[in-house]
Every structure is written in C-alpha cells, then in structure tokens.
C-alpha cells in the first residue's frame, strides 16, 4: 500500500497458519502477521510483477504514480515482447500471452530492471536491448 508521500509503502502478510488466521477473522480481528516499510523501487518493481501476473501492467499509471516511464525506457523490449507474441498491447495496457505468462518472472525481471533508478536520476539503457526470444529461450 502506497503512503500519502507517493514515495514509500508498506507491504503486509497475514498469519501464515491458516487456524490462527480463521481464528482471527471469526473473531474480528486483523489477520495480519507483519508488514514492513518499502521505498519506491520496491513498489514499481511489484505493480510490474503484480500487474504482468494479472489484468495487465497500466503503462501510464506506472508512469503517473510510480514516476517509471518504463515505455521511453524499455520500448525496444516491450515492442520485441509484443512482436513475439509475448505479450500485447491496448493503448497503455501491457498484457502477457499465455506464451509470455509462461516465463513472466523473467520478462518483469527484464522489465524492472531499471525501477531501481529513481524517476530523478534515470539510468541510461543500451542503445538495443537483446531480443526477448534470447532472454525467454525461444
């Protein structure tokens, strides 16, 4: 969950004993087992894993609130993934394949690569990326 700083978040976890989280639940309370503070980087580097995994990664949104304009950075991939029929695209929404959702850890890796530089202080890429049939072994 993202802080009002649009900075920083806090990631949580419920119990992981599934009795002592029934418990909790019947009796009203929070089944939270723990969370932690996560900074920025860690926030972008899941809404790609998270997003990629489900309904599709919301480019703009990404670049709105996480401060990643992963299309001026990644384009040459993201135009290989969907050539390859990795993934697809509707305007700002990226969506994996089925072919793509087989080897999502390893594109969102590709992918976040640089959402550990921040939004101030960007990382250069390379001029061309490898083509994502070398990065997925098709």
């Known amino acids: ?66 401060g ?5 950075r990644q384009g040459d991939l993201i135009r290989r993934l969907t050539a390859e029929g990795l993934a697809s695209r509707k305007d700002s929404l990226l969506r994996l394949t089925p072919k793509g959702y087989v080897v999502c850890d390893e594109i969102s890796a590709r992918l976040a690569r640089e959402a550990g530089a921040s939004a101030a202080a960007p990382t250069p890429l390379p001029r061309s990326a490898p083509p994502a049939s070398s990065l997925c072994g098709f």
Do not use: C, F, K
């Not at 009203?28 to 309904?55: A, C, F, K, T, W």
């Open 1 to 66: 969950r993202m802080h009002p700083d649009r900075r920083s978040g806090t990631r949580r976890w419920n119990v992981s004993a599934l009795s002592v989280y029934l418990d909790r639940v019947r009796a009203g309370q929070s089944p939270v087992g723990g969370g932690e503070d996560v900074g920025p980087s860690d926030l972008v580097r899941e809404e790609i894993l998270l997003g990629l995994r489900s309904d599709g990664l919301d480019l703009e949104h990404l670049r709105a609130h996480g």
């Open 68 to 72: 990643l304009d992963l299309e001026s």
